[in-house]
C-alpha cells in the first residue's frame, strides 16, 4: 500500500513560478521512476517530466528550460521546480511513481492532484 501526496500548487501570475511536491508513504521496497503529469479540462492526461532513481530525466517539450525536475531518494520525494510558467500550464498536476514491492513486482500508483493556475 503506497500513498503519494502532492503539495506546491496555487494560483500564480504568468511568468512566476511554482514548485510542487510529491511524497510517497507506505509499505515498498524501492520506487524506481517518479514523474509528474497534468490534465486540464477537455483534454488528456499529459507527461510533464520524469526521473528514475538514477537520475534520468526526461521533460515534454512545451516545458523544456522552463521546469526542472528533481528527486530525495532517502525522503522518497520528487519536486518539479516550474518558472516561467504560462497560462497553458493551467492545469491539475498529478505525481505518479513506479513502486517496487517486497515481492519484486512493481505498481504504478498516482496522487490525489495539485491544481496549477496560470492567470492574470
Known amino acids: 500500500q503506497v500513498q503519494l501526496v502532492e503539495s506546491g500548487g496555487g494560483l500564480v501570475q504568468p511568468g512566476g513560478s511554482l514548485r510542487l511536491s510529491c511524497a510517497a508513504s507506505?509499505?515498498?521496497?524501492?520506487?524506481?521512476?517518479m514523474g509528474w503529469y497534468r490534465q486540464a479540462p477537455g483534454k488528456e492526461r499529459e507527461l510533464v517530466a520524469s526521473?528514475?532513481?538514477?537520475?534520468?530525466?526526461n521533460y515534454q517539450d512545451s516545458v523544456k528550460g522552463r521546469f526542472t525536475i528533481s528527486r530525495d531518494n532517502a525522503k522518497n520525494t520528487v519536486y518539479l521546480q516550474m518558472n516561467s510558467l504560462k497560462p497553458e500550464d493551467t492545469a491539475l498536476y498529478y505525481c505518479?511513481?513506479?513502486?517496487?514491492?517486497?515481492?519484486?513486482?512493481?505498481?504504478?500508483?498516482w496522487g490525489q492532484g495539485t491544481q496549477v493556475t496560470v492567470s492574470s
Open positions: 507506505g509499505s515498498f521496497n524501492s520506487i524506481d521512476a
Open positions: 526521473i528514475r532513481s538514477a537520475g534520468t530525466i
Open positions: 505518479n511513481a513506479d513502486v517496487w514491492s517486497r515481492y519484486y513486482t512493481k505498481r504504478s500508483y
